[in-house]
């Protein structure tokens, strides 16, 4: 991820970013959705080993395109011969610090992944098992964020919001808080359903317009090691978060952990919007450490 997201820049004009980015995000959930159906029939077809014959095909497939792919020739990135990994964490952190918007909003991705998502994924089948008709219920709603998910990509690709981390963060709270609610209270399947279609629109509308702001603020020798430092903090406490879901909805009920989380990721979000680094924030180039950028034009 930190790779591709330096790349899209240097492949596509800056006006063409968040369309770009929305794309790549509607191919990965289009696939997500119809990927399993047509390995079933393939499975069931000409059998499981064929089936992973077909899926390693696919993988020098994505390598030939990848080798196809042509940087723009008059954008490259001007880097030291001589650097080691430390160094490099360094000037990722400094570069990734000086900005209080990715602070503040890798800091909710870090809560959010780790009790908001992990509650999610670790009770919501266990609601669904014992109060809303079995397996076949969690697959629908499973199923009904992968339809919302390619949804919020073709939002994406139409609307460009003045303000985009605010009307992101908006939208999320009718995301995980609210179906976190719902499977709390053990409310109607299809209402379920409903909120977690909104929550693949939510999401996949999120990355689109997320990714895109971190290219349009961040120079292009810093984005790689940034976005670097945005997954280990999106993604450093989830295994954490896993692990004591189940001990806590053991220790409490599932219901209250559900409740819990629900709550408090409502509390963090309505204040996470209200940090002026993330309502103001409008995508434009300029922010800190712009001019620091070792991007040059041949």
């Keep these: 991820t930190p790779a591709a997201n330096g790349l899209v820049p240097q492949v596509v004009a800056a006006e063409d970013l968040q369309p770009a980015n929305a794309l790549l995000g509607l191919s990965e959930n289009a696939t997500s959705v119809l990927g399993p159906a047509v390995a079933g029939v393939i499975v069931v077809g000409v059998g499981a080993g064929w089936g992973l014959a077909v899926d390693a095909a696919t993988f020098l497939g994505s390598a030939a395109f990848l080798a ?26 400094k570069a990734f610090s000086s900005r209080r918007w990715l602070l503040v909003s890798v800091g909710y991705f870090t809560l959010m992944f780790a009790f908001g998502f992990s509650t999610f994924k670790v009770l919501g089948p266990e609601v669904a098992e014992k109060f809303l008709g079995g ?13 919302g998910a390619i949804a919020g990509g073709v939002l994406a690709l139409r609307w460009r919001p003045a303000h985009p981390l605010r009307a992101a963060f908006i939208m999320s709270l009718f995301g995980v808080p609210l179906t976190l609610l719902l499977l709390g209270a ?13 929550e693949g629109v939510i999401g996949s509308f999120f990355n689109a317009v997320w990714f895109t702001a971190m290219q349009r603020s961040v120079p292009a020798d810093e984005i790689s ?44 979000t309505v204040g996470v919007i209200a940090m002026p680094s ?19 034009r041949e």
């Design 68 to 93: 196809a792919l042509r940087v723009d020739p008059a954008v490259h990135v001007v880097r030291e011969r001589t650097t080691s990994v430390l160094r490099e964490l360094r000037a990722g952190w």
């Design 135 to 147: 397996p076949g219920a969690w697959a629908a709603i499973s199923t009904a964020m992968g339809v």
């Design 186 to 198: 053990h409310a109607a399947l299809w209402l379920i359903i409903l909120t977690a279609a909104i």
């Design 225 to 268: 090691r940034v976005t670097s430092w945005d997954a280990v903090g999106s993604y450093a406490l989830q295994p954490v978060g896993l692990a004591l879901v189940g001990p806590i909805a053991a220790a409490v009920g599932v219901s209250t952990t559900l409740y819990a989380a629900g709550g408090i990721f409502l509390l963090i």
């Design 278 to 296: 993330v309502w103001n924030f409008d995508g434009a180039p300029g922010e800190p450490g712009q001019a620091a950028s070792a991007v040059a």
